[in-house]
């Protein structure tokens, strides 16, 4: 069965960079999550997509932006990249945005800023 | 706001024990409750999940009842395997959310 996509799986840039990370959901769903998990840290809520509009926000710094396109495909925009940023980050998606839809997680990108 | 406390590690464990991690919650109204797994350099599965109180999840020999007199959604599985060495995370979802809350995550290590 096809799963969500990440890419790339693995990120290495230097402090102030700019990164871009891509999600592709898994095919039919119209909702996509953001999370970020750092080192030895339970994943925390970025941001989230449903119908291309964005349906919640978590704890995302000002830095980062993310957009949902017309093939349901998402990316995360990290610009002025921190040391702090270093982390895992998942992209989860879900068939409609409703409470009891499964989210399917992907195998995340692994951001390293030196 | 909601959030989730789960039973810290490390846990290390002989094949063949006992295994509960111990998650409890708060949130207003009525959350759905999930496990999630995540092995070695990998994502995370979902393992079970329970939508109202009362409900029993159930995957791969793990049960988790949800407990709303306690706030509780205990992992068990009664003989844990040497591949069940991961990482396992309580989550919840508001009943008017999108996200999900995470608890801190519990590492286990099951030793032949």
């Known amino acids: 069965a096809a799963g969500v996509i990440q890419s790339p799986r693995h990120l290495i840039k230097e402090k102030r960079e700019t990164a871009t990370l891509k999600c592709y959901p898994i095919p039919r769903h119209d909702t996509v999550y953001w999370y970020q998990q750092g080192p030895g840290q339970d994943p925390q809520f970025l941001i989230s997509?449903?119908?291309?509009?964005?349906?919640d926000k978590g704890s995302i710094p000002d830095r980062f932006s993310a957009q949902q396109f017309s093939d349901y495909h998402s990316e995360l925009n990290m610009s002025s990249l921190e040391l702090g940023d270093s982390a895992l980050y998942f992209c989860?998606?879900?068939?409609?945005?409703?409470?009891?839809?499964?989210?399917?997680f992907g195998p995340g990108t692994r951001l390293t800023v030196l | 706001g909601d959030s989730v406390t789960q039973m810290e590690g490390p846990v290390t464990l002989s094949e063949e024990a006992f295994l509960t991690i111990n998650c409890t919650y708060t949130a207003t109204g009525y959350p759905s409750l999930f496990w999630y797994v995540q092995y070695p350099g990998e994502g995370l599965q979902l393992l079970l999940k329970?939508?109202?109180?009362?409900d029993k999840g159930s995957n791969k020999g793990f049960e988790a009842t949800y407990r709303k007199e306690t706030t509780s959604f205990h992992l068990e599985k009664g003989s844990v395997q040497v591949s069940d060495s991961a990482v396992y995370f309580c989550a919840l979802r508001g009943p008017n959310d999108y996200k999900l809350s995470f608890g801190a995550g519990t590492t286990v290590t099951v030793r032949a």
């Open positions: 329970a939508t109202k109180a009362d």
């Open positions: 989860a998606s879900s068939p409609g945005s409703g409470t009891y839809n499964e989210q399917f």
């Open positions: 997509f449903y119908e291309k509009m964005q349906s």
